[in-house]
């Protein structure tokens, strides 16, 4: 049974800490019940909600496709990661991320970015193989992937969640001791690798629980959201594409906080925090089809936009030629926003001369923008209206979807300038 547990505050390096943290006293540390395999019962309203979320994802899926997938993940992982940085203190935008992803350089917030990014993304292709059950040592290693400049391993000390000082004693939240935390993370390893009954249900309870046991120092909310994608493709709930759930949490957090307050109630409120979550998935689903929508229309009007420009300049024929390496650039802008000559020549296995020809091209048409650095040397070639969609995608999904022109979100990138239509 879930319980909570009086532990005594004494802490013995006060270096630092004002008058309130020092002081000793005594706290309660919530310790959540063993989750087992098997899906708990839920009412009937906490079930369609899920059925109907369930569904809503998997026509999401569908709709993306494997080639939408291919190049949406990329875009979605990176929506995310810049709302956890938003989130964190750290404003980076879509665009210099992409750049730093590319050029390998930039501010050590997008660098960081990048890494957390890369990490997750192959974190979650290892542990949704069927073939492995997921182990303590799995969660350990993921965490670590995603935050490794952390000591590697569980934690072995208290913590705590929230709270206006350095205290356990007047934290918002306080997760199980130390001495729980190994047996708790292997009952939540067996849990995730289960795959029976509603995915969705399995994704909310493992969030739930994983943020509930706050296993790690530090790094424990990304690592949770790692866990959800996890789960829906391990349970092949989304082939194509991961959606990120946790982003609408992430613009509505006091629903969020209140949903996991829900799911450490006694007795707890286990329907509460299903709806919650079911209702997340659907939006973060719908704004991902948009994306995908707008990403195509998008990839239609600078085709035609090419075009236009050729036949201004009585370059013949207008239309280029299906090989032509324009073409190509246009064909993955999505997946690849930020271009270099070099990188153009080997991706398409041309010429520097025909890469830089062909670059000029697409941004003499408006198509491409070019960044310089400080010194005022071209670095890169940008796909900045694809990056704008990326941008209000990404503020439309923490504000719970929806017009961000006239319902903004409290952190996250500034509306693009361009003036792409938000949504």
Not at 23 to 44: H, I, K, M, N, S
Not at 143 to 167: D, K, M, Y
């Amino acid at each position: 049974m879930a319980h909570h547990v009086e532990l005594l505050w004494n802490p013995s390096d006060v270096g630092g800490l004002g008058r309130r943290d020092r002081a000793p006293g005594r706290y309660l540390a919530y310790v959540p019940d063993e989750l087992g395999v098997a899906l708990p019962p839920l009412g009937e309203e906490a079930r369609q909600a899920a059925e109907d979320a369930l569904t809503v994802l998997a026509r999401a899926d569908e709709r993306i496709g494997a080639e939408g997938g291919r190049y949406l993940n990329h875009l979605l992982v990176r929506s995310e990661s810049i709302s956890s940085s938003w989130i964190e203190g750290n404003r980076i935008t879509p665009k210099k991320l992409a750049i730093a992803e590319v050029l390998d350089h930039g501010s050590r917030v997008a660098l960081d970015v990048v890494g957390n990014v890369r990490a997750t993304e192959e974190a979650i292709d290892a542990l949704a193989d069927l073939a492995r059950a997921i182990t303590v040592d799995d969660i350990e290693a993921l965490q670590h992937a995603i935050e490794p400049r952390l000591r590697f391993g569980l934690r072995e000390e208290q913590n705590w969640v929230g709270g206006p000082g350095w205290s356990p004693l007047r934290a918002e939240f306080v997760p199980p001791p130390q001495t729980e935390v190994r047996r708790l993370v292997a009952d939540l390893a067996g849990f995730v690798t289960a795959t029976e009954g509603n995915p969705l249900v399995r994704a909310a309870i493992a969030h739930a629980q994983f943020e509930t046991i706050h296993p790690f120092i530090d790094g424990n909310g990304r690592t949770g959201r790692a866990l959800i994608h996890t789960v829906l493709r391990r349970t092949d709930a989304l082939r194509n594409t991961l959606i990120p759930i946790s982003t609408v949490f992430a613009g509505d957090t006091d629903a969020y906080i209140a949903g996991l307050g829900a799911f450490r109630a006694e007795p707890p409120r286990l329907d509460d925090w299903v709806i919650g979550f079911a209702r997340a998935a659907e939006l973060a689903a719908g704004n991902a089809v948009l994306l995908s929508e707008r990403l195509a229309d998008l990839d239609r009007a600078v085709s035609e936009r090419l075009v236009a420009f050729r036949d201004d300049a009585g370059r013949t024929p207008a239309t280029p030629r299906r090989d032509a390496v324009v073409l190509r650039i246009l064909g993955a802008l999505a997946a690849e926003p930020v271009l270099t000559v070099e990188h153009v020549a080997e991706r398409h296995g041309v010429s520097a001369a025909a890469a830089h020809r062909a670059l000029v091209e697409l941004a003499d048409a408006g198509i491409l923008g070019r960044t310089k650095d400080q010194r005022g040397r071209l670095i890169c070639w940008t796909a900045d209206r694809h990056l704008e969609l990326v941008a209000l995608t990404e503020r439309s999904n923490r504000i719970g979807a929806g017009d961000t022109a006239t319902r903004r979100p409290r952190l996250g990138p500034p509306v693009p300038a361009r003036g792409v239509d938000a949504g």
